[in-house]
């Protein structure tokens, strides 16, 4: 009896068909970036400070110098959440009295912005915060942890915006709005087959072998013989996987943790990286596209790696190199911007190369009985990692160098954990929780006879996705 592939072997392994499949599935993924990083832009933080309304009676001196000025990187600046008490400086410009000449500003009152706040333009003309945040939500908490923990009324503004994008004309259309492309991504013939939709299936193999310019079969899944192979199937009985066997044994449990914190620790540099392009010197959008440049050369680069050296050496490596750039932040002038935006998309560079290796890594290291779990746990680690990535964001408004000290020994630390981790180039995918290889610094004890065997006949493996 043969299986699928067999069966479809005519259509060749990379023809037209393939290939087309493979891009659209592949574009399908470029508006998740768009869509990720969109909040650079919607919850951007523009330049403000307190509103002094038109009908506050002051004169032109008074109503030029009602904002306290602070110091900030070496200039005068005026205060975002602080003016001077308008019922008193009111009564100074009726009095006709100047301000700084007449009256010591050091010495007058302060209050906070009663009346709200006036944004600068020159950037963003509108966003959520701006949009949003009134009086009952100051912007004074900005820059502190609690400024994190976003109320109701900002989650509700955001799926506003978000519902706003994704209307299409005629209520909210998803396939419409996620690509047009979908479309002409035809349904797996190997899952129509399990749900016994044999004759949809092979319609799609059919117009695959006319796109790859081959002739197919008169019948290429026979209904009784799918049918009997699929009742054998059946009635296997497959063994159960569940969590806890990613700690069934120390060996087991250690790789886990450490591939958790690997996953979390590396989400955390890619998004407080990704997110604190607002904060960097120049234009916010110049900024913003070299940021996304830079990920094009980091994939290609891991593709490369990954084909010819071992894991564990050049994600640490890499992971290295990023955190090794974003320490020198630090020692630059202030000056020096440019050198700084540089050495923060280098860093950018080794994160991100970093990142889409852990999901041929992971996947590598775990036997097919719990692989998919294994990448499943590893990734959700990562999300709380891209959670956690603001507030090392939000750091900066202490000290603008603080974000890039964190991350940067952070990425450094979970470099060095990577080198502990058993090495997967070069031989077979374990089948069992027991063919796991050792966390390097464990006592490998008795060697299976599977190792041996992986040891005797080492295989180049290829994955792919």
Same mark, same amino acid.
């Given at each position: ?284 959008? *110049?900024?913003?596209? #070299?940021?996304? &440049? @830079?990920?094009?050369?980091?994939? !290609? ?6 084909? +010819? $050296? ?95 000290? *964190?991350?940067?020994? #952070?990425?450094? &630390? @979970?470099?060095?954990?990577?080198? !502990? ?6 031989? +077979? $995918? ?36």
């Amino acid at each position: 009896m043969r299986d699928y592939d067999e069966v479809t072997a005519f259509l060749g392994e990379w023809g037209p068909f393939q290939r087309l499949i493979f891009f659209l599935l592949s574009a399908s993924i470029i508006p998740n970036g768009f869509n990720g990083m969109s909040v650079v832009f919607l919850a951007g933080t523009p330049e403000h400070r307190c509103l002094v309304p038109d009908t506050v009676n002051l004169s032109s001196a008074w109503r030029n110098h009602s904002i306290p000025l602070e110091t900030k990187d070496g200039r005068q600046v005026p205060q975002k959440c602080r003016r001077y008490r308008l019922a008193a400086i009111a009564n100074f410009s009726a009095l006709g009295l100047e301000p700084g000449v007449d009256v010591d500003l050091e010495q007058l009152e302060q209050e906070n912005c009663l009346d709200g706040w006036e944004y600068s333009k020159d950037v963003f003309l509108s966003t959520i915060v701006t949009e949003v945040w009134q009086e009952e939500s100051p912007l004074c908490n900005h820059g502190r942890a609690d400024w994190i923990q976003l109320r109701a009324d900002f989650l509700h503004q955001l799926g506003d915006v978000y519902r706003v994008i994704c209307h299409c004309g005629h209520g909210p259309d998803l396939q419409l709005c996620g690509g047009l492309h979908t479309r002409f991504i035809p349904e797996s013939p190997r899952w129509l087959i399990s749900q016994r939709r044999f004759e949809e299936a092979e319609q799609i193999i059919q117009k695959a072998a006319k796109m790859n310019s081959i002739v197919a079969p008169a019948v290429i899944f026979d209904p009784r013989e799918v049918s009997e192979q699929l009742q054998e199937l059946n009635s296997l009985k497959q063994p159960k996987a569940f969590i806890l066997d990613l700690f069934k044994t120390r060996n087991i449990a250690t790789i886990t943790v450490m591939s958790v914190m690997l996953w979390m620790l590396t989400s955390v540099g890619y998004f407080a990286l990704s997110l604190n392009v607002p904060n960097l010197h120049g234009d916010i959008y *110049l900024n913003c596209f #070299l940021s996304g &440049l @830079i990920e094009v050369p980091a994939y !290609f680069t891991a593709w490369l790696l990954l084909r +010819t $050296l071992p894991r564990r050496y050049i994600i640490a490596g890499v992971l290295f190199w990023g955190g090794g750039v974003l320490l020198l932040v630090q020692v630059v002038p202030e000056d020096y911007n440019l050198v700084s935006i540089g050495l923060v998309m280098l860093g950018k560079f080794g994160v991100t190369s970093a990142f889409s290796m852990l999901y041929v890594f992971t996947a590598e290291l775990y036997p097919t009985l719990v692989r998919n779990m294994a990448v499943g746990i590893t990734s959700m680690a990562s999300r709380v990692g891209s959670i956690i990535a603001p507030y090392f964001v939000y750091l900066g408004a202490y000290n603008r160098l603080l974000p890039y000290i *964190l991350m940067g020994s #952070l990425t450094v &630390l @979970i470099g060095i954990v990577t080198l !502990f981790f058993p090495e997967s180039f070069g031989g +077979t $995918l374990p089948e069992t929780l027991e063919e796991m290889q050792k966390v390097r610094g464990f006592r490998c004890g008795k060697k299976s006879t599977a190792s041996m065997d992986r040891e005797e006949n080492p295989k180049v493996l290829i994955t792919a996705f």
